[in-house]
């Protein structure tokens, strides 16, 4: 009898790059009977994984409520033999899933949750390192409970290790191997750099300022920034009339995860810009790795992992964080080195080729899976 596996997310969007397009149709292609429940418009089968809508909250605080317990109630109907979800508000979901029903519980966490809590601006002040205990405590809980932790990071589940967690998992956010792009013959380049993925208005601030460093250097550069809010949006575009940066950046929305490769292909540098700040010192941008894939040359930020990853390739320049001018040398640097740029490019291709592929953790994943259904 095939397993029925249920996923659960009442925060990320029913296409999300890392819960859809990789764990789910691992999960599907490898025969298991998988439902997805996500916030979405309407009831579909989608490449054969059944997905059950959630309805929009108009708020925060409605999502974390009534969006979640009507997320619980579906989940209960499914009678699945693994319960797989993905946001911290839903620990309390996988308790009583866990406490209810004979099925296995996993509980995958995107990021370093109890140092995001410090940063999160819809907190007030002093309740953000109250919320970041309560989340560290609740995690400690948890992981003792559930059957196993899935982290995307080896900082992140050593410190699942250290609560004693029953059972880890490290499962890297590498591209697949079908996502490497070796002919970009249909795009002409459009941008010199790209962006992809959420951003801050701290950290936008921060590209506008590199791109006002490299008008000084007299190299004008086209950015697209892609992903960006309708929030962001208005205030970027009031801020770029000021600086008289408006033809210099592209602004574009969300777009459907096949259609990321398209901004890619049309562009020549990949970015990415963390500060450095504890929450980040423990992640891997998979951003930098999708970049690899199609070919480009990275500049990014000299996060801790990212060192130990690719610091040593030759297809990246690792810059000081919070270093405004070293971002904008090392751009000029590949502007104006077109050869170099194009081997570095060459090489991040190889390394997602041959070593940081999805192909290679999926594995663990169906591993993972095997070994609670045949403990059940």
Known sequence: MTAKICILTSVHPPF???VFHKEVKTLVKAGYDVVLIAQHNKEEVVDGIKIIPLPKPRNRFERMTRVVWKLFKLALK???DIYHFHDPELMLV???????TNAKVIYDVHEDYPQHMLSKEWLPKPLRKLASWLIWEMEKLCGRYFDAVVTPTDSITERFQRLKARRTLTLYNFPSISSITDDFAPYHKVYDLIHVGTLSTPRLSVLFSVALE??????EAKWCILGVSQQLAKWAKERLVALQLVDNFSLIGWVPYDEVRKF???SRIGINYHPAESRFLVAIPVKVFEYMACGLPVISSELPLLRKLIGDEDC????????VQE???AIKYLLNNSDIAEKMGSIGKMLIREKYNWEKEKQKLLQL???LLEAK
């Open 327 to 329: 971002f904008a040398k």
């Open 16 to 18: 999300d790059g890392r």
């Open 94 to 100: 996988g308790w009583l899933l866990k406490l209810m």
């Open 369 to 371: 899976y095997n070994e």
């Open 264 to 266: 890619l292909s049309q």
């Open 78 to 80: 499914e009678k699945a």
């Open 316 to 323: 990246a320049l690792l810059v000081k964080p919070g270093s």
């Open 214 to 219: 490299l008008r000084k250097m007299n190299c």
